[in-house]
C-alpha cells in the first residue's frame, strides 16, 4: 500500500459560531493525510514557507504519515486561509486568504515516493496535477479535487487532466458549472463521461452522489448534532474514501460504496471540533462503529 | 384499514423550466390520497366550490379513494394556486393564491368516516387540525403537517396539537423556526419533545430525516434524472410513508424506516411529470421496485 497525496498544507484562521481560533493548522494536503491515515500509511508532498512553525506540523506524528515530502521553501511564506462560518455553518466566506508557496511552483516529489500505486491529486492548477501524475510510475487509482477557479479558466487544462484519472470529487455548484447541467445526476453522468471511472459530487451537509458508468449511489451525511467546524470536511471525507480504497483490490459497487461511507464517517469526526481536532477524537474503531451504526440506521 | 385525511383540493397553475400548464388538480389531500391509495383505502374530506370543474375530480375513478367527503360548496369558489419553479426547481415561487372555499370553515367529516384508524391531517390551521381529530372516534395513528404560517401566527394552537399526534411532518426551515434550533438533529428532537412520537423533516431534494425518542434515520432524495414539476412532493411523500405505515401493526424503527422510504420513492413517481400525471404512471409494483432498487443502491 502506498497512497500519495499533494496539496496545500496552510495555516488557517477560523470563525464560527462556536468560536474563533487563529493559526491553526490546515490545507488539503494535511486533512486528507489525517484521515487517509487511519486506514493505510500516506506520502505527503506539499510546500511549506520559512515561516512555518515546526510545531505545526506536530500533527503527523505517531500516524502513518511520510511527511518527508514537505518542502519548507526558503524566500516563501506558507499558505494563509481565514475564514468565516458566522453567518452560514455551511459556507464558507473567506475573510482573506494569501496563496504564498501555493502560488509559486509545485512541491518536489521525492524519488521514494514515486512508486505510490495510489494517489490524491489534492485541489491544485489541473496542469500541475497532470504534472504530478506523469512523473509517477505506475498508479493504479488516481483521484482529483478541482474546483471553480480551475473549471471557470482552465477548462481546456481540466479536460486534459480528466481522462487520465478514475475519479473526479467535486461539489454540487463545481459539477453543475463544468457540466451546465442543473440536474445533479445528469451532471455527474455527464462529467463521468469527460473520462473518471466515477465522479463524487459532495453536498455538504446533504451529503454525497457518485455516478459510475452503470450506477448511481446516494448517500446522506452522517447526521450530527453538533458542527463545530466544517473546515476540512471535504478532503477528509477523501481521505477516509481514498484511504479505504487503497486497502481495496477492486472498485466494485459495494467496495465504492463502502468508500463513501468511511469518507462520510471520518468527514463526521473532522467537523465536530476545530482544525485536526475532531480527528485526533477519532480511532479506526471508533470509525468502524460510527459506520455500522451509519449502516443500520439506513437499512430497512 | 381506513385511512382518513383532510386538507385541501384545488386548482393549480404550474410554471417550469419543462413549460406551464394551467388548471391542473391539485391540493395537499389530493396528492396524499393518490399516493396513499397504491398502499390502502383512502377517506378524502375537503372542500372545492361550486366552479369546480366535475372532471377535475376524475383523478380518483379507478383507485380505493372514497370521495364522499369531498363537499361541493355552494356559493364558494375552489382554493387556486399559481406557483412557478423557473427560477429554482427546488422552490416554488408562488404567483397568487386564492384561498376561497379554504379561507372559510371545514368540511364536515361525513359519520361514515368517524371510525377511521389512520389519519393525516394535511397542512391547516392548527385549530381546525385539533378540532378534526377530537371528533374522530378512536384513530391509531395520526400524522399532521403544518407551515411557517401557523408557527408564526399560531404557535399556542400548534403546542396544543402536537401531543394529540404521533407524527409531524414539516420541512427543514420549518423546524428550525419552530424550535429556534439551526442544526436540524437537534431541532427535529426538540420539535420531537413537543409531543409527537416522531418527528420527520423533509429536506426536498437532500431528502428526509426522522427522529423518534431514541433514534435519528437519514433518507437521501431517490436520485431522479428529471425533475419536471415539484408541486404535490411533500403530499405525496407522506402519502406513500402514511398509506405504508397504515398496513402495517406497529411503529417500529425498521416499519418507520421502510415508511420513509415508501414515501421517498412516491414522491420521485410524483414529480417525474406535471401534477398527478407522475402518479398515473406508478403502480404498486413499480414503486415496490424502485424501493428495492433505492434499498441495495444504499446498501453498503
Known sequence: MSLLVTGSIGIDT??????KRVDLVGGSAVYFSCAAAFFTPVRLVGA??????PNLLNVFEGRPIDASGVEVRKGSKTFRWHGSYVKNLNEAETVHVHLNVLGEHAAP????F????HVFLANSHPRLQRETLQKLQSPMLVVADTMNLWIENEEDELLKLLPLVHGLILNDAEVRMLTQEPNLVLAARKAQKLGPKFVIVKKGEHGCLMVTESEVFVLPAYPLEKV??????????AGGMIGYLSTQDNLSPLTLKRALAFGTVVASFTISDFS???LKSASRPLIDARCEEFRKSMTF
Open 14 to 19: 477560523v470563525h464560527t459560531p462556536f468560536g
Open 48 to 53: 511549506v514557507g520559512e515561516d512555518c512553525p
Open 109 to 112: 516529489i521525492p524519488t521514494q
Open 114 to 117: 514515486l512508486d505510490s500505486k
Open 228 to 237: 463545530v467546524d466544517p473546515t476540512g470536511a471535504g478532503d477528509s471525507f
Open 276 to 278: 485536526l481536532d475532531g
